[in-house]
């Protein structure tokens, strides 16, 4: 079955950096468009960043943009998102999933202080 494991998120003061990562299982990884989406309390998950099969397009929310950084190891079955210059706005769980939804993570929380 599809599982998702988010990790890497915390507590960074803003202005700071942060790595997440997403270890993937259960479905076709390598020929799968991967995304990274967010959530907080009282809200809508949305999307931030998708990268294509072959790494061959990024796209991101314009919150994001310039800051973010989505990436992905195939061989790992593993995505990333790198995080810098992080905003107070930024604080929320975040989540990997592809374009199907199957199944979520746990999501990981990233806060960030003024």
């Known amino acids: 079955q599809v599982q998702l494991v988010e990790s890497g998120g915390g507590l960074v003061q803003a202005g700071g950096s942060l790595r997440l990562s997403c270890e993937a299982s259960g479905f076709a990884f390598k020929y799968s468009t991967m995304n990274w989406y967010r959530q907080v309390p009282d809200k809508e998950r949305e999307v931030i960043a998708s990268?294509?099969?072959?790494?061959?397009?990024?796209t991101y929310v314009d919150a994001v943009k310039g800051r973010f950084t989505i990436s992905r190891d195939d061989n790992r079955n593993t995505l990333y998102l790198q995080m810098n210059n992080l905003k107070q706005e930024d604080t929320a769980v975040y989540y990997c999933n592809n374009n199907l939804h199957t199944a979520w993570g746990q999501g990981t929380q990233v806060t960030v202080s003024h």
């Open positions: 990268i294509s099969i072959g790494s061959a397009r990024t």
